[in-house]
């Protein structure tokens, strides 16, 4: 049986109500490294396409200024098998934010399995729709403490969740330690600029388009300490920078005979001796 859900590659935002039910969640790694962003570039490059910390730093204060929007995903994650065979998995996503309380993100697995992660200002909320459970908690502060405490207090993975915050351009530049332009390509027809860069525990490239709304169009995250260096990617389609936004889309309104459950980072709390790091599984 194919190991889904390998430590390190938890399919982005929506899939920590796949920890909550299998009771898996794992430890967050948080790395703190303090190098400045450094940035080499190929000599192929022309004289905009050397500039690899501005073109980067331009889409960052881009995407953090903007007060919403809302962006299509198709990602694909590998899973590395006992045997070091890599199996690959794909979702689509949709997520709107409208800073600075609301957040909604849709996602369906290639099995057709749908999840939904929900923030308004108040409480962030993870709902399963297949098996009409949900888990929910109070964070208020706004979107940059929400994704804060899914990471650090929830102990679940969001590897593109430094796109969502305001703090993106500090961020990226307090974790990147070395930047490279690639080249100047095109993505589906759209001129784009190709950087690679290196954190403490990623290796990640980005697909920036070039012109005035430097947007990332696709996305390579590369778990460079986890076994047999597995793959998260994701192509980002339907940019809309002016999405008609109602409230009542992130707020969370149980559906009859939902069952709430615990977030499983809640569950010493909840339950006296209750293993923080239970055994996993990983097994479809």
């Not at 430590?7 to 790395?31: D, F, H, K, M, Y």
Request: negative net charge; hydrophobic residues 40%; aromatic residues 8%.
């Amino acid at each position: 049986m194919y190991k889904t859900l390998q430590p390190g590659i938890r399919n982005a935002l929506c899939v920590a109500i796949l920890s909550i039910l299998a009771g898996c969640a794992e430890q967050q790694t948080v790395s703190h490294p303090q190098a400045a962003i450094s940035h080499q570039s190929l000599p192929q490059a022309g004289p905009e396409a050397t500039d690899a910390k501005g073109i980067l730093q331009r889409m960052a204060n881009y995407l953090a200024k903007t007060p919403a929007f809302a962006v299509n995903l198709n990602d694909s994650y590998d899973t590395v098998q006992a045997s070091g065979e890599k199996i690959e998995f794909s979702a689509t996503r949709q997520v709107v934010v409208s800073r600075p309380n609301g957040l909604r993100v849709e996602r369906e697995g290639s099995d057709g399995v749908k999840q939904m992660v929900l923030y308004d200002g108040k409480d962030i909320t993870i709902f399963s729709p297949s098996d009409n459970v949900y888990a929910q908690t109070a964070k208020p502060g706004g979107i940059d403490e929400a994704v804060k405490y899914f990471l650090k207090d929830l102990n679940m993975r969001l590897p593109l969740a430094v796109l969502l915050v305001s703090e993106l351009p500090a961020e990226l530049e307090r974790r990147t330690q070395s930047l490279e332009y690639v080249e100047k390509t095109t993505i589906h027809g759209q001129a784009a600029h190709h950087l690679a860069a290196r954190t403490e525990t990623v290796d990640y490239q980005v697909w920036i388009a070039e012109g005035p709304k430097p947007l990332p169009l696709r996305v390579v995250l590369t778990y460079k300490l986890e076994e047999g260096q597995p793959q998260f990617r994701a192509q980002f389609s339907d940019w809309n920078l002016a999405p008609q936004i109602d409230n009542t889309q992130f707020a969370f309104t149980p559906a009859e005979g939902a069952k709430k459950i615990a977030f499983l980072a809640q569950v010493p709390s909840i339950v006296p001796g209750a293993s923080e790091n239970p055994a996993h599984s990983g097994e479809k």
